[in-house]
């Protein structure tokens, strides 16, 4: 039973995720990718932005973050994707910490400290 938002299952949200990544076609598609235009300043720090409920970061001017956390009772969970390179992270945890720190590191990782080239 969802608390006071969405339930899902992990394998959701990895669909969820390809389609982030323009990995798996959806009808959803065209208005996830007009995320960036949408976007507007947070004014929490610098290159951080808000888009229909998402949290988008731009990084070296090169990359743009898409992340998204929760958490309910005691759980968490986050997901990021850098559509470009098509890298994405999905962590749950049964724990009261939130997740943003590791799964962002853990992105940053795979991108090669954000050296990594955009696929075409």
């Known amino acids: 039973q969802g608390a006071l938002g969405l339930k899902s299952t992990a394998a959701d949200l990895l ?25 507007v300043e947070t004014g929490m720090r610098n290159h951080t932005f808000a888009a229909l409920g998402w949290h988008l970061i731009r990084v070296k001017g090169r990359f743009r973050v898409w992340a998204l956390s929760g958490a309910t009772g005691g759980h968490r969970a986050y997901l990021a994707c850098v559509p470009q390179t098509r890298t994405g992270v999905l962590a749950f945890a049964n724990a009261p910490h939130g997740l943003d720190g590791l799964g962002f590191l853990t992105l940053r990782l795979l991108n090669h400290g954000w050296r990594k080239k955009a696929l075409r």
Do not use: K
């Open 15 to 39: 669909r969820f995720l390809q389609i982030l990544m323009g990995v798996r076609p959806h009808p959803l598609t065209p208005l996830l990718q007009t995320l960036d235009d949408l976007s």
